[in-house]
């Protein structure tokens, strides 16, 4: 579980998803997913040299899409961003944090105008304010914009206080650094296993497709009590849901299968718990099966889907910072969280609305109107360290935003540091000549997704 706003940022499919066949209380039914407009056609890919959309040659090709903040920007901007980096936040963004921090947008899925932040101090002051509710939902599409809902039972990403609270303190004591630390052996067995089945495949090896996916879905089936084998189903629906080219019904579709499964599941363990994270919260007794089944949603899929991104993108990032690699290889111990800084792989994501007019950054917000934090230019802020555009994973500990903050800080961070640490180290430990199999321009960056990542990584050493 890694960087993200609690688990795994704003997404209105995770937020608002269809229900399963579940038993609720009286009173306590959930609405159903709110219906997206079929036909929806998602705005169209340019295309690399190649011809392929996800082909990085279009990095090189910046001019062709200005950024927010440029001179040819007329308030329109894309969600998300292009990044014309892999590494770095989109461009734009930079200026932009300069001269407004906080600036009118138009969304250019529904018309919506919003405000878009950008600074370190305005990013986090909004974060924490609970003048804006999480409870945001809707945004790709004209016929679904922005606008504010009641969220699902369990679906605690999107909720306010005083229901946000009660679920976080139900979680957090499972979540602890004392509990997470004892998942070290195993992770570190975990780990083990799969560079053993790395060293017998043939080179190259798709790194994201033996390490990065495994890893943290083995972990996240343990930690929660949930079967190995059934993590295609969690893996489609976590690809399926964070890629916004999908259309509505194929990713409500997918929640639906990976709810009902789930669901079975809880339904099997209240006959027998056992001392996993399920098994723990259906014997406390308080959260009913619905509830349930949605934190098993939200941890899933950002428990699986967010750390791949990091554990893939990271490594092509220290292939191309050798000094940097070095010293992660001999265990720098603050590499997790510089890495988490610089990548920022979850961004523009975080949407919030306001519940009364407020000021931020010298600009007057109405009630009922929506912001947008930006983390990655937040942590490319030159108010958070000295010299943000280098990786230095020796740098003294940051205040970075890349796993959130305020109420809604990431669940899982200390997990997510510690499998970071365990992963990149084993790693580079065991294959000190590894490399990448292909130019920077070849690999296949995921540009549609709401998580920055890599589709694919051919290694060697």
Known sequence: MTPNPEISGHSARLEHSPHPEVAEPPGNSPRSGI???SGR???????GPSGNPDHPGRFADSASSPGPGSSADSGLFEV???????????PGLAGLRAAEPVTRRVMPLDGTELWLVTSHDLVRRMLADPRWSSSVDGGLSPEQPLHMAEPEP????????????RYRRMLTAHFTVQRMNRLRPRIEQIVAERLDA???LPRPVDLVAEFALPIPSLVICELLGMPYEDRAEFQEAARTVVDMT?????ADAALARLGAHLAKLIAAKREEPDDALIGELIREGVLTDGELVHISILLLLAGHETTANMLGLGTLLLLHHPDQLALVREGAPGAADELLRYLSIVDLVIFRGAKEDLTLGGQEIEAGQFGLAS????NRDPALCEDPDRLDVTRPKTAHVALGFGPHQCLGQNLARLELEIAFQALLRRFPGLRAAV?????????????HGLHSLPVTW
């Open 35 to 37: 219906p997206e407009p």
């Open 41 to 47: 056609s998602p705005r169209p890919e340019p295309a």
């Open 80 to 90: 998300p961003i292009r990044r014309t980096c892999p590494f770095d936040p989109p």
């Open 154 to 165: 369990g679906m605690f990403i999107s909720m306010d206080a005083p229901e946000h609270a």
């Open 198 to 200: 790395m060293e017998r």
């Open 246 to 250: 999908t259309p509505p019904e194929q």
């Open 375 to 378: 983390l990655a230019a937040a």
């Open 439 to 451: 130019p920077l321009e070849e690999v296949r960056v995921r540009e549609n997704a709401a998580i």
